[in-house]
């Protein structure tokens, strides 16, 4: 389907396409459909050099065929639940069939030529994430199930060994529950003291409550990168800077920032730092932990088992020398390579590319569902100095968020999420009981927002009806 | 169609009012079938209700000395025969509307169903005939229209009744096309069954005292 924006498409004439400089800045061409190419011998004048900017959603949109499909009532899939999983390029699940079907074979134990090559993909899928990340060396990664997992293993294999009673973490209530049961658990065990900082009225954590916060007595800072559900995003570089001017350890949950913009680990300074594979084109069942290579080294393990010792005796073990003190057992090898080929997917377009389309697209949403009469939009507005995330979560007076999905799936092909999205103290301190959820990706476009927004306007309409 | 010995029947309060802003050209029709002799049986009700986006009016469901088992052929032909799921979504939100008026003060944390997306209250008593009555509510429209259909089928039944129906028998109501077959937080009306069923158990042990006892009244 073809929108035209409301801009006013006007050919430019031969002159401005002789002219190198009139393509780069995108926004005042903003053309939505491509070129026809010419195939008569015309004028000169005529012929529109090929590279017309196309968005980056339209670019890339045919390698995920999953995107291209009908659902329930014959509509069109629009699928904005990026937040909660990203679709897969050919690439990517390439990789993983490649693997299963070429070199399939365990790890770091063969001496055979399939055992080799496995080990050498599945190394080089760690490095390839050590290099996305800037990590300083590839050991300082470690490959576990999701970032919930690798939560978990900070929490029992650092938490267990450093917290005192009366230690205190500093958690934001918008953290994701990955981010807030496990340091429960630790508290129960070791009688460490959580603290939370709430919002500002701008519906953003409120910093200088954080800062207030952190103390001689605090020993670790969990925060978010990006709101998952506020979409704001926080400062690590300072928050970075109070926890350690006090001793304290900081840990990034990057889950909603990793697969959508540059994230350079040096640069932010942090002790540990999560991300799931699921959320950046990569397959389901691998995530990672990066550590410092001091902090990993001072750690005991988390799971025990195979792969992670040295030697084995009956009456104890020795471990081995991390990543592989804290990868017990097989892992999950083609989706870990499946995570590199995915790393190599989005490095090839540029995650400075892609965030720079989507703070164009998240602002597009923002600004299109805000039209929409009765919605309710949560986390701050967005401005010159304020970028949100390309999600929104809202709410529609009168509408519980869970019609509002039901209708807008079945109806319309549009598939958002509703709930709590793992945020039920975040929830509890909007006073809300639930919300709706669009998250967008790389491959979204404009026109999804519009299908969108066009399927929620008749959402409410049919709701409205019965009233 | 009644025969002259019927008697008629008058069904409880809780009579359906018509959506506002349906176009209805014609008036609430309520069928009434002769009833034998058991008072406590439940008045169902057809409606012709159009929407401005034409909703097939629904099957008018007979009632009167209906067994659950029976009323339940009637949900899930209804809703079988409702191919495409958002007819059913419509349905739902129809009798959502039907849904009787759900006093404030039974709005208590204790009448929660827990587990769920949307807030669901259930009150549950007996009355005393010994028979189980079910008063919900909900903040979202669709888990309202799945909650009349429980209503319809098991406000005034007997406690083995209640207690006999399985989450499975009612997956034919499950809006979408691949029935959700496991149990989420998104299956609200699955906890809403479990809860009725739950507390009807509990309302057993302390009536008898044992949950064994013949639950007929």
């Given at each position: ?5 409301g ?8 002159t401005?396409l ?12 903003n053309l ?7 195939s ?33 009532n ?10 909660a ?23 770091h ?24 990340i800037n990590a ?10 999701n ?16 917290l ?20 429960q ?5 070791t009688?460490?003291?959580?603290k ?11 910093t ?24 704001s ?5 300072e928050?970075?800077q ?29 002790d ?5 594979s ?27 088992g ?31 390579i499946?995570?590199?080929?995915a790393i ?35 986390g701050?507005t967005?401005?010159?100095t304020?970028h949100r995330?390309?999600l929104?979560?809202?709410n ?18 549009v598939?958002?999420?509703s ?27 404009k ?17 409205s009806?019965?009233? | ?14 009579f359906?009012?018509?959506p ?50 029976e ?26 509307s ?13 009448n929660r ?6 807030q ?13 009555r079910?008063?919900v ?8 229209g ?9 406000d ?22 691949l029935?959700i ?6 299956n609200?009306w699955?906890?809403?069954?479990l ?10 042990m302390?009536?008898?005292g044992?949950?064994?006892l013949?639950?007929?009244?």
């Open positions: 389907m073809m929108t035209m924006e801009v006013v498409l006007k050919l430019p004439s031969f401005q002789m002219n190198p400089n009139h393509f780069t800045n995108r926004t005042s061409l939505r459909f491509t070129f026809p190419k010419s008569s011998s015309s004028t000169a004048s005529l012929s529109v050099p090929a590279a017309a900017p196309v968005s980056l959603g339209h670019s890339t949109r045919h390698d995920f065929e999953i995107l291209h499909q009908k659902v329930n014959g509509s069109k899939l629009v699928y904005l639940d990026n937040a999983t990203s679709q897969k390029p050919s690439a990517v699940i390439d990789a993983v069939n490649n693997y299963y079907r070429s070199y399939n074979s365990n790890v134990r063969g001496i055979h030529f399939l055992s080799a090559r496995a080990t050498d993909e599945y190394e080089m899928a760690r490095r390839k994430v050590a290099a996305f300083s060396e590839s050991s300082e990664i470690v490959f576990t199930r970032a919930t997992e690798a939560i978990n293993l900070v929490a029992y294999s650092w938490g267990m060994s450093n005192q009673p009366k230690d205190e973490i500093v958690l934001t209530i918008a953290e994701h529950h990955s981010a807030i049961v496990p340091w658990l630790l508290s129960e065990k009688d460490a003291v959580l939370f900082v709430s919002l500002t009225e701008d519906e953003v954590p409120d200088k409550m954080l800062q207030e916060l952190v103390s001689e007595k605090t020993k670790l800072v969990v925060v978010h990168h990006v709101s998952n559900m506020l979409a995003v926080l400062p690590i570089n928050i970075v109070w926890a350690h001017d006090v001793g304290a350890k900081v840990l990034v949950d990057a889950c909603q920032s990793v697969p959508h913009m540059v994230v350079d680990v040096q640069n932010l300074g942090v540990f730092l999560v991300a799931s699921h959320k950046m084109c990569g397959p389901t069942g691998v995530g990672f932990l990066y550590g410092k290579s001091e902090l990993l080294a001072a750690m005991p393990p988390f799971l025990g195979g792969e992670m010792i040295s030697d084995v005796f009956l009456d104890h073990s020795t471990y081995a020398d991390p990543p592989s003190r804290f990868e017990a057992g097989t892992p999950a090898i083609g989706e870990a499946g995570l590199g080929a190599d997917y989005l490095s090839e377009i540029g995650m400075q590319k892609i965030h720079d389309y989507e703070v164009d697209l998240a602002n597009y949403l923002y600004e299109s569902l805000r039209t929409v009469p009765g919605v309710r939009i949560y701050p967005p401005s010159a304020v995330a390309a929104c979560s809202f529609v007076e009168g509408l519980h968020p869970t019609d509002i999905a039901t209708f807008l799936d079945q109806q319309h092909g598939a958002i999420r709930g709590h999205h793992c945020a039920q103290p975040l929830h509890r301190y909007l006073g809300i009981n639930a919300s709706a959820r669009a998250s967008l990706y790389f491959y979204n476009t026109e999804d927002v519009d299908d969108f927004v066009r399927g929620l306007i008749d959402t409410i309409d049919f709701f009806s019965f009233k | 169609m009644n025969s002259a010995s019927a008697t008629v029947f008058r069904p409880p309060t809780r359906p009012l018509l506002p802003n349906s176009h209805n050209p014609n008036p609430p029709r309520i069928q009434y079938k002769p009833n034998h002799s058991n008072p406590r049986s439940i008045s169902t009700r057809s409606l012709q209700i159009s929407h401005r986006k034409h909703v097939t009016p629904p099957h008018p469901p007979e009632f009167s000395t209906l067994t659950v088992a009323k339940l052929q009637i949900l899930v032909k209804e809703f079988k025969s409702l191919p495409e799921p958002i007819d059913r979504v419509k349905r739902l939100i129809h009798y959502a039907l849904l009787p008026e759900f006093d404030e003060s039974g709005r208590v944390e204790s169903v827990t587990g769920c997306t949307a669901v209250w259930l009150e549950v008593t007996m009355d005393v005939e010994g028979s189980m079910f008063r509510d909900s903040d979202s429209e669709i888990t309202k799945f909650c009349y259909c429980l209503i319809w089928l098991l005034g039944a007997a406690a083995g009744e209640v207690l006999e129906i399985r989450v499975e028998h009612l997956e034919e109501m499950n809006v979408g096309i029935p077959r496991a149990s989420s937080r998104v609200t699955h906890n809403v069954l809860s009725m069923q739950r507390r009807t158990k509990a309302l057993i302390e009536a008898y044992d949950p064994s013949p639950l007929l009244p």
